[in-house]
């Protein structure tokens, strides 16, 4: 009988394992955080330096009055002095065109749920409960079959 022990051990050591290498909080989860903060890291990263450049830009028409008057100038604004050929047809000025960054959503990691791996720990160790059960079985039957007497076969 205490060889079943060997049910009960064999359903935990099957649950921890499972647990800590494909659980929700398990290596493989972890492994995945890991490298979606990496992700969020670098976008953070990407997003402060567009904002040092806008804050380059803000600064620079702000207190730039030759910079201001450049930039008013691809806006299709003049001074009072000045005149313009509108030509048609030539589209946006492109120069223009600022990225400001992009929306990167978090992704969720992927793991097997705790119920998924109890039910995968609970069907091994009754499949070895089984296995020990037929084995006994099938050696109780050969130890039957040989303790009868050769002549004594029925």
Same mark, same amino acid.
């Given at each position: ?13 099957? !649950? ?12 493989? #989860? ?7 903060? &990496?992700?969020?890291?670098? %976008? ?18 702000? !207190?730039?009055?030759?910079?201001? #008057?450049?930039?008013? *100038? &691809?806006? @299709?604004? #003049? ?5 313009? +050929? *509108? +030509? ?7 120069? %223009?065109?600022?990225?400001? @960054? ?8 992927? !793991? ?7 039910? +995968? ?21 050969? !130890?039957?079959? %040989? ?8």
């Amino acid at each position: 009988m205490v060889k079943y022990l060997f049910v009960l051990w064999t359903g935990i050591f099957v !649950y921890v394992l499972l647990s800590v290498f494909l659980g929700p909080t398990g290596l493989s #989860a972890r492994h995945q955080l890991e490298r979606e903060q &990496e992700r969020q890291q670098a %976008n953070i990263e990407h997003l402060r330096q567009i904002n040092r450049e806008l804050e380059d830009t803000m600064n620079s028409l702000l !207190y730039d009055m030759d910079t201001l #008057a450049i930039h008013a *100038r &691809e806006q @299709g604004y #003049a001074s009072q002095q000045e005149r313009f +050929i *509108r +030509i048609v047809g030539l589209g946006v000025n492109q120069k %223009n065109l600022t990225s400001y @960054g992009e929306l990167v959503i978090a992704a969720e990691p992927h !793991y097997v749920s705790d119920r998924i791996i109890r039910i +995968i720990a609970l069907c091994s160790a009754i499949s070895i409960f089984i296995c020990m059960v037929v084995f006994d079985i099938l050696k109780h039957l050969k !130890y039957y079959e %040989n303790r009868q007497p050769k002549g004594q076969e029925s």
